[in-house]
């Protein structure tokens, strides 16, 4: 059974870049089943997917995000990550790490989620 | 404004069955398999369906999935109270980049 931790900062200034990083236990990353990506939730708010990477294969991203997000992998930690730049306030929200499944969009593992707050 | 259209609010009271809808286009549910989420409060969201119909391991069979077209639902029998949550469909949709979408969620209250 697949474990995933987000960490990170808790508190980002605006127009910095917003850096989290997801480590997955209990298997590989480096498996063939999985895509790796992240989906963050504003306070009160739906889920908003920002993008997905498969190791070795693609990389996706939202379009609305595409030109502020770069998703990265580390397989000798076992660990995946997320940048995020010019954050504003809009950014503002709870983070998570998840695993999709052959890529069909079904999100079978989940972090637990780690709120990013933007503010001076 | 979501892409994937979700009525905001659905209700029942224990032991009914409840169906939240999940409208889309052709270039989402049209073409590509749609999974559910159910997130309680305070908590990351679970799969509940994926690949339209089908239970993950776990998932009691009061829960079940269909598409039709460019839409979707999640149907709901034997309401209970632990049910009260927030669910939201996904898929992906290949128009310009590809990328997944959210519905807009739709908030479950037991009565």
């Known amino acids: 059974q697949l474990q995933l931790r987000e960490s990170g900062p808790g508190l980002v200034r605006p127009s910095e870049t917003l850096s989290l990083t997801c480590t997955v236990s209990?298997?590989?990353?480096?498996?063939?089943?999985?895509?790796w990506g992240w989906i963050r939730q504003t306070p009160g708010k739906g889920l908003e997917w920002i993008g997905s990477?498969?190791?070795?294969?693609?990389?996706y991203y939202s379009p609305s995000l595409k030109s502020r997000v770069s998703l990265s992998v580390d397989t000798s930690k076992n660990q995946f990550s997320l940048r995020l730049s010019s954050v504003t306030a809009a950014d503002t929200a709870v983070f998570y790490c998840?695993?999709?499944?052959?890529?069909?969009?079904?999100?079978?593992?989940w972090g637990l989620g780690t709120l990013v707050t933007v503010s001076s | 404004q979501s892409v994937l259209t979700q009525p905001p609010s659905a209700s029942g009271t224990p032991g009914q069955r409840v169906t939240i809808s999940c409208s889309g286009s052709?270039?989402?549910?049209?073409?590509?398999?749609v999974s559910w989420y159910q997130q309680l409060p305070g908590a990351a969201p679970k799969l509940l369906i994926q690949?339209?119909?089908e239970r993950p391991s776990g998932v009691p069979d009061r829960f079940s999935g269909s598409k039709s077209g460019t839409s979707a639902s999640l149907a709901i029998s034997g309401l209970q109270s632990e049910d009260e949550a927030d669910y939201y469909c996904?898929?992906?949709?290949?128009?310009?980049?590809?990328?997944?979408?959210f519905g807009g969620g739709t908030k479950l209250t037991v009565l």
């Open positions: 996904a898929t992906w949709d290949d128009s310009l980049d590809s990328h997944v979408v």
């Open positions: 690949s339209d119909n």
């Open positions: 209990g298997g590989s990353i480096t498996n063939t089943t999985h895509y």
């Open positions: 990477l498969y190791i070795g294969g693609n990389t």
């Open positions: 052709r270039s989402n549910i049209g073409t590509n398999s």
């Open positions: 998840a695993g999709d499944y052959l890529g069909l969009g079904n999100h079978d593992y």
